[in-house]
C-alpha cells in the first residue's frame, strides 16, 4: 500500500468518507492533509507528514484496542429484534452477559457460536465471544454487565422503538401550523424582543385562525452577560434555554417588588418597550443588560420565599450534574467579563461564585416555567400539537457545552457545508462536531440529556440539518470549507435515541433533511416515521427536474413554501437575496444573470401551482408565468403589493393541497415583509443576520396585537386551511 493508501485506509477506520458527490453531481475528495488534520482533531498521535510506519502502528493499535474491548462501547437495539453483538474474555474463560432493565429487574443474554482464532496482544491471549438480546426487551435505558472470572465489565444497553409513531396522527389526518422567529415578533408589552409570554400569546392568535402548532426558532442558552451571540443556531448551549426570553414581568415574584425598584424596573424597560414600533435591527445587548438587572432583584425575592425555593430545588434535582455545571460555567465567563483581572478577585469570591452560579440555574428555572406555560396556553386555545421548537445542528466553540462536553466534541473541527450553488464559497459554522466514538462512549447520554430539554413543553421538535445524524461535513479549523470532509455517524443510534425520547415525550420529529445526501437517507427517515421537510422552492422531479406536482409531495414531511434561509416569498419573487449575495461578493455571476435563472424555475414553479388552481379568482388565474416573469435582461418582474399578495396566498393554497402531515405558513409572508432573516454563508460584520423584527411590506414594524386586523394575515391563514 502506498502512503496514501494508508492515509485513507486510518481515515476509513476512524468514521471518515473519502470522497463525497457535490450539489453539481461531480465527486469530490479532500485533499490529503485533510484526513491528516482531521485524524489529528480526533486525537491520533500523527504528524504532519506520516511515515508508512507510524500509520501501520496505528492502524494495528485500532485492531488490538477492539480485539481487547469487553464490551461494545454502547449497544443499541431495536423494540421487537434480536441484537448480536461481541465480547472480549481471556481465552479459555467463561463468559456471562446479562441485563439489568430500566425497571430493576434483570435478563440474560444468549450466547451464539464464534469461531473467530484467539489474538495474542502484548503477551495475553484473548478470545472472542457472540451474544444477542432477547427480542422482546421493552425501549429504554437499560444495562449490560459481562462477568468472567478475572473481569468484569458493563456499558449501555439502548433499546429503541422500530418507528415513531407520534407522526402518525397527522398523515391521516393534516394539520397546518406557523413558523416565526420568536425574538422578531414582540407585543405592546415586550422589552424590545420576544419573549416566552409573548410566544403564548401569538400562539392563541394563530390558533384563533386554525393552527395546530407554533414552530420558533431554536431558544438554546447564549453567552451569560452581554454582548450575546445573536444567532439562534450558534448557541453556548444546546440543553439550557436562553433566559433573553424570560417575560420579567410575567416573573411571579415581579408583582412583590417594592413600589420604588419595580418603578426603577418600568423606568429600565421604557426605552426598550419603545422599539417596540421600530422596524430597525434589535439589538440583544442592551435588552440583556436590562433584564438580568431586574431578574437578579427577582432572584433575591424568590430566596426568601420557601415554598418557590421548594420548586426551584426540586428542579435543580431532576437537572442534576448537567444544570450545576452549566451554572458553574456561567458564573465563571459572567465574573471573567466582568473582571478581567481575576486574580485580583480574592475576597468573597468563592461565595460570590457559588451564588452567581445559583442565579444562572435560577435563570433555568423560570424559562422552563414561562415555557410550560407557553405551551399549556397553545394547546388550551386549541393547537392540536401546540409549541414546536427547533434544535441547531451544534453549538459555539467558546459556549458552555463546548467547554462541559469537551470529551464528547471535538474542538479542532467545524462544522459546515460544501460549497454549493446557492452558497459557492461552501459554509463554516464553526460549531465542533460530535465525536462518534466518544459519543457511543458516554452511551449517547449527552445527546439523550439535551434532547430531554428541547422536548420538554413541546408538542414537537424540527431538527436543523438532520442529516448530520448520518454523516457531517468537517472542517479544520480555521480551514476553508472546500478543504472538508465527511465523518460517517451511527444514524441508527443517533435517530433511535431521537426517537425513544420523543416517543417518551408524545412528541411529533421534524426533519430539516435538505441539502447534499444519499438519497437512501430520506428512506431511512421514512421508515423511522420521521418526517422530512419539503420546500416548494426545492422541490423537483427526478426524472426531468420539472417542479414537483402537488400530488407528489412526500405523506411524511412538513411542506412549506420557503424557510428562514431563504427571504420572505415576497422578498424571494424580487431577487433581495441575488441583491444581498452580489453585494456581498458571495456570487460570481452577476445580479441579472442570478435573476434570470431564478426567475425560469419561479415561473415553472408558479405554473405548476396555478395549474392545480391555487390562484383561481385573483388577476393570475390564466398567466404562463414563463411568459410573464422569463426576461432576456435578467430584471426581475415588478409586482404590486396586491399581486405579490396574490402570489403568496396562491403558494400557501398550492402547498395546503399537498398530501404532507404538516403544512407550515411563515409568519413573514403573513404580513407581506420581505427583509432577509438570515444569509446563509455570512457574519454579524457582513448582514444583521437573526435581528430583523417582523414588519410589513412598508417597513412598518408589526406587533402581535395588529395580527388579526391584517387582511392578508387573514387571507394567507385561509389559504393555509387543510381538508
Same mark, same amino acid.
Given at each position: 500500500?502506498?502512503?496514501? *493508501? #494508508?492515509?485513507?485506509?486510518?481515515? /476509513?477506520? &476512524? ?6 458527490? +457535490? @450539489?453539481?453531481? $461531480? ?108 427480542? *422482546? #426487551?421493552?425501549?429504554?435505558?437499560? /444495562?449490560? &454487565? ?6 468484569? +465489565? @458493563?456499558?449501555? $444497553? ?109 423606568? #429600565? ?455
Amino acid at each position: 500500500m502506498t502512503n496514501a *493508501d #494508508l492515509i485513507h485506509a486510518l481515515a /476509513t477506520t &476512524h468514521g471518515f468518507g473519502l470522497h463525497y458527490q +457535490a @450539489s453539481n453531481g $461531480l465527486v469530490t475528495q479532500p485533499p490529503q492533509k485533510t484526513f491528516i488534520t482531521l485524524l489529528q482533531a480526533l486525537g491520533l498521535p500523527l504528524s504532519s507528514k506520516p511515515t508508512d510506519e507510524e500509520i501501520e502502528t496505528l492502524l494495528q493499535q485500532h485492531r488490538e484496542d477492539t480485539a481487547t474491548a469487553a464490551l461494545p462501547p454502547c449497544v443499541v437495539a431495536t423494540a421487537g429484534e434480536e441484537k448480536h453483538f461481541n465480547v472480549h474474555v481471556h481465552d479459555g474463560h467463561p463468559a456471562h452477559v446479562w441485563i439489568r432493565l430500566e425497571d430493576g429487574t434483570s435478563r440474560d443474554a444468549h450466547q451464539d457460536e464464534n469461531w473467530t482464532p484467539p489474538l495474542n496482544v502484548n503477551g495475553t491471549t484473548w478470545g472472542e465471544a457472540t451474544f444477542h438480546i432477547p427480542g *422482546d #426487551l421493552p425501549t429504554g435505558w437499560h /444495562t449490560l &454487565h459481562l462477568e468472567s472470572d478475572n473481569l468484569t +465489565a @458493563s456499558c449501555t $444497553l439502548i433499546v429503541v422503538p422500530k418507528r415513531l409513531t407520534t407522526n402518525d396522527e397527522y398523515i391521516h389526518n393534516p394539520a397546518y401550523g406557523v413558523m416565526a422567529q420568536l425574538y422578531s415578533v414582540r407585543s405592546q408589552h415586550s422589552w424590545g424582543i420576544g419573549d416566552f409570554h409573548d410566544l403564548a400569546l401569538l400562539a392563541e392568535t394563530v390558533a384563533a385562525e386554525g393552527a395546530d402548532y407554533l414552530l420558533i426558532n431554536p431558544v438554546h442558552a447564549a453567552q451569560p452577560i452581554p454582548p450575546v451571540e445573536d444567532s439562534p443556531y450558534l448557541p453556548a448551549s444546546r440543553r439550557f434555554v436562553n433566559p433573553l426570553y424570560i417575560a420579567v414581568e410575567q416573573v411571579p415574584e415581579f408583582a412583590s417588588l417594592d413600589e420604588a425598584t419595580r418603578q426603577e424596573a418600568l423606568i #429600565l424597560a421604557a426605552p426598550l418597550k419603545d422599539t417596540n414600533r421600530s422596524a430597525a435591527p434589535i439589538e440583544r445587548n442592551p435588552i440583556y443588560e436590562a433584564k438580568l438587572a431586574v431578574l437578579r432583584e427577582l432572584y433575591y425575592l424568590a430566596e426568601a420565599d420557601h415554598t418557590r425555593t421548594a420548586h426551584f430545588e426540586a428542579f435543580l434535582n431532576d437537572e442534576g450534574k448537567g444544570l450545576q455545571e452549566f451554572g458553574t460555567w456561567c458564573a465563571e465567563t459572567a465574573l471573567l467579563g466582568r473582571e478581567p483581572d481575576s486574580t485580583a478577585r480574592h475576597i468573597d469570591s468563592k461565595q460570590e461564585h457559588a451564588d452567581l452560579a445559583r442565579f444562572y440555574m435560577w435563570l433555568q428555572f423560570i424559562a422552563d416555567e414561562q415555557r410550560r406555560i407557553a405551551h399549556e396556553r397553545a394547546r388550551a386555545a386549541g393547537m392540536r400539537i401546540g409549541i414546536v421548537t427547533d434544535l441547531a445542528v451544534g453549538v459555539h466553540p467558546g459556549g458552555a457545552d463546548a467547554h462541559n462536553l469537551a470529551e464528547s466534541l471535538v474542538a479542532q473541527a467545524s462544522v459546515g457545508a460544501p460549497p454549493d450553488q446557492f452558497t459557492q464559497q461552501g459554509q463554516d459554522w464553526s460549531q465542533p462536531p460530535w465525536n462518534p466514538q466518544a459519543l457511543a462512549n458516554a452511551g449517547y447520554a449527552p445527546w439523550r440529556d439535551l434532547l430531554r430539554t428541547v422536548l420538554r413543553h413541546s408538542g414537537g421538535i424540527r431538527v436543523d440539518h438532520i442529516l448530520g445524524m448520518f454523516r457531517l461535513f468537517w472542517i479544520p479549523r480555521m480551514g476553508h470549507p472546500a478543504e472538508g470532509a465527511y465523518m460517517n455517524y451511527d444514524h441508527e443510534a443517533m435517530l433511535g435515541v431521537l426517537a425513544l425520547e420523543a416517543q417518551r415525550a408524545g412528541a411529533i420529529v421534524v426533519g430539516e433533511d435538505m441539502g447534499t445526501f444519499e438519497p437512501w437517507v430520506q428512506d431511512v427517515l421514512r421508515d423511522k416515521g420521521l418526517l422530512g421537510t419539503s420546500v416548494v422552492w426545492f422541490e423537483s422531479t427526478p426524472a426531468s427536474g420539472a417542479p414537483l406536482p402537488q400530488n407528489q409531495y412526500r405523506h411524511l414531511a412538513l411542506s412549506s413554501v420557503g424557510t428562514h434561509d431563504l427571504p420572505p416569498t415576497a422578498g424571494y419573487l424580487q431577487g433581495a437575496h441575488n441583491e444581498l449575495r452580489a453585494k456581498l461578493g458571495l456570487v460570481t455571476e452577476s445580479v441579472d444573470t442570478l435573476n434570470a435563472a431564478d426567475a425560469a424555475w419561479h415561473a415553472a414553479v408558479l405554473n405548476e401551482a396555478r395549474a392545480t388552481g391555487s390562484f383561481a379568482h385573483t388577476s393570475f388565474a390564466e398567466t404562463d408565468f414563463i411568459h410573464l416573469m422569463v426576461r432576456e435582461a435578467g430584471e426581475p418582474v415588478e409586482f404590486s403589493a396586491e399581486q405579490l399578495a396574490e402570489l403568496i396566498v396562491g403558494l400557501n393554497r398550492f402547498i395546503a393541497g399537498t398530501p404532507s402531515a404538516l403544512t407550515c405558513i411563515n409568519l413573514v409572508d403573513m404580513v407581506g415583509d420581505t427583509r432577509i432573516q438570515n444569509q446563509p454563508g455570512t457574519n454579524s460584520t457582513q448582514y444583521k443576520n437573526w435581528c430583523i423584527p417582523l414588519a410589513d411590506a412598508t417597513a412598518t414594524a408589526v406587533t402581535i396585537e395588529d395580527l388579526s386586523d391584517m387582511e392578508l394575515f387573514r387571507r394567507v391563514a385561509r389559504a393555509a386551511q387543510r381538508g
